[in-house]
């Protein structure tokens, strides 16, 4: 039986926070860092093959609760993070808004993953 338990990794080699179940790549929420040293989080994207477990919210905490267990700060860009953001509280969690997020902050976000 293969262990079907998901783990989320910061890959700082890829600007990226890498997701697996088991031994298998599932999943990825990327990132760059911006003038202001800041994680501009701009595609996430969960293998269909793994659609309908709810990982990628498990992506999106895991990853922003690093982020803030970190002291940086997100620049949410992806639909599915700002989605995220809108609907869940990340304790001590640093973001900074674009201003048509921060404006278009109750409209329902489209999810990329």
């Known amino acids: 039986m293969t262990d079907e338990t998901p783990t989320v990794i910061r890959n700082d080699e890829?600007?990226?926070?890498?997701l697996?179940?088991?031994?298998?790549?599932a999943g990825f929420a990327a990132f760059r860092r911006d003038d202001e040293g800041?994680?501009?989080?701009?595609?996430t994207e969960v293998d269909k093959a793994f659609g309908g477990r709810g990982l990628g919210k498990a992506l999106a905490a895991d990853a922003l609760a690093d982020v803030a267990r970190r002291g940086e700060t997100v620049?949410?860009?992806?639909?599915?993070?700002?989605?995220?953001?809108?609907?869940?509280?990340?304790?001590?969690?640093?973001?900074?808004?674009?201003?048509?997020?921060?404006?278009?902050?109750?409209?329902?976000?489209?999810?990329?993953?």
């Open 20 to 25: 697996h179940v088991g031994d298998v790549a």
């Open 14 to 18: 890829q600007d990226r926070y890498d």
């Open 38 to 43: 800041r994680l501009v989080f701009d595609h």
């Open 75 to 113: 620049v949410p860009e992806c639909p599915f993070i700002v989605k995220f953001l809108r609907e869940n509280e990340v304790p001590g969690l640093k973001i900074e808004w674009r201003d048509e997020d921060a404006a278009d902050a109750a409209a329902p976000a489209e999810p990329s993953a």
